[in-house]
């Protein structure tokens, strides 16, 4: 919302969909009136994303992004994949689109061509939390509970429009599980240790 400035009847492409940080960002872009597109490795996340917002989603075990959206262009892109995929989207975004980098989880390191960038007037965006500062991070937490907590809220109407996703809750014993069950790929939405 803050960086990529999402609007309604744009088309949002967010990669890793089944992801914690994916289907908040699934539910909050529907709720914004966008055209929601997902990448996944699992078909069954895909069906599973659907109650949350999915439009379209795309099998990247079996096809590639850039070949199913074809020459149909997404305005904004939430990417947690890093360098393996900038190509691509670069070449998917519509003029003036917005690509939110917010991790590298298949690599950091991208050789492309970047006529993309000025030929469309992209913008590229890099965004993390921990490395922000308590100055910008409480005017981010306030926007964020006075935009979005709200929307969780079923006392307002009985259908709140935003749901958590929580894949699995894990003692702190098991913290060890609880890497692992994240790092098979086979979760869906939040894992959550408590102690």
């Given amino acids: 919302m803050t960086r990529g400035r999402l609007a309604p009847g744009e088309r949002v492409l967010i990669h890793a969909v089944g992801s914690g940080v994916g289907t908040a960002a ?15 490795r699992s078909a069954d996340k895909l069906v599973r994303a659907l109650v949350y917002g999915l ?34 989207n670069l070449a998917v975004l519509a003029p003036r689109g917005r690509l939110i980098l917010l991790g590298h989880l298949a690599g950091s390191q991208a050789s492309t061509d970047l006529g993309p960038i000025l030929r469309k007037r992209l913008e590229i965006i890099g965004t993390v939390m921990r490395t922000r500062g308590l100055q910008e991070r409480i005017p981010l937490v306030r926007e964020f509970a006075e935009r979005i907590l709200p929307l969780f809220d079923q006392r307002i109407d009985h259908a709140a429009p935003l749901r958590p996703v929580l ?24 894992i959550v240790v408590v102690w």
């Avoid at 096809?63 to 959206?69: A, D, S």
């Avoid at 060890?176 to 869906?188: D, Y």
């Fill in 26 to 40: 699934a539910q909050i872009s529907k709720h914004l009136g966008a055209t929601v597109l997902g990448t996944s």
């Fill in 55 to 88: 439009d379209i989603g795309v099998d990247t075990s079996r096809t590639g992004f850039r070949e199913v959206l074809g020459d149909d262009p997404v305005h904004v892109i939430l990417d947690v994949l890093g360098g393996p995929a900038f190509a691509d």
């Fill in 167 to 190: 894949e699995r809750t894990y003692p702190m014993a098991e913290l060890a599980q609880a890497h692992r069950a994240m790092e098979s790929n086979e979760t869906f939405g939040k």
